[in-house]
């Protein structure tokens, strides 16, 4: 019923930026970005609600990343700005239906209906 793309990775040099675009088909869902490296889980990266009124960021990335969206276009981004090695990961875009929430919903896996195929994003040094 609902499938998401991510598109927009690549490999860049450290300090650089990078912009990753979740395509998404349906309805309108609370979404989040996950990223993963080899061998290690998947954690958690950015989330905003359904209006894009509120916004969630890890310890890690906060100040660095930004994410939006764009209703109309059914289109969550995130900006990655001044990247660093430790960022190199498969990042995964992930969406919500309506529902009651935990109080740290957004950066729970299992708070996610629907997920990506992924994109790879490289930091070199």
């Known amino acids: 019923q609902v499938q998401l793309v991510e598109s927009g990775g690549g490999l860049v040099q450290a300090g650089g930026s990078l912009r990753l675009s979740c395509a998404a088909s349906g309805r309108t869902f609370s979404a989040g970005w996950f990223r993963q490296a080899p061998g290690k889980e998947r954690e958690f990266v950015a989330a905003i609600t359904s209006s894009g009124g509120s916004t969630y960021y890890a310890d890690s990335v906060k100040g660095r990343f930004t994410i939006s969206r764009d209703n109309a276009k059914n289109t969550v981004y995130l900006q990655m700005n001044s990247l660093k090695p430790e960022d190199t990961a498969v990042y995964y875009c992930?969406?919500?239906?309506?529902?009651?929430?935990?109080?740290?919903?957004?950066?729970?896996?299992?708070?996610?209906?629907?997920w990506g195929q992924g994109t790879q994003v490289t930091v070199s040094s």
């Open positions: 992930a969406a919500r239906s309506p529902r009651v929430r935990s109080s740290n919903w957004y950066q729970r896996r299992d708070e996610y209906d629907y």
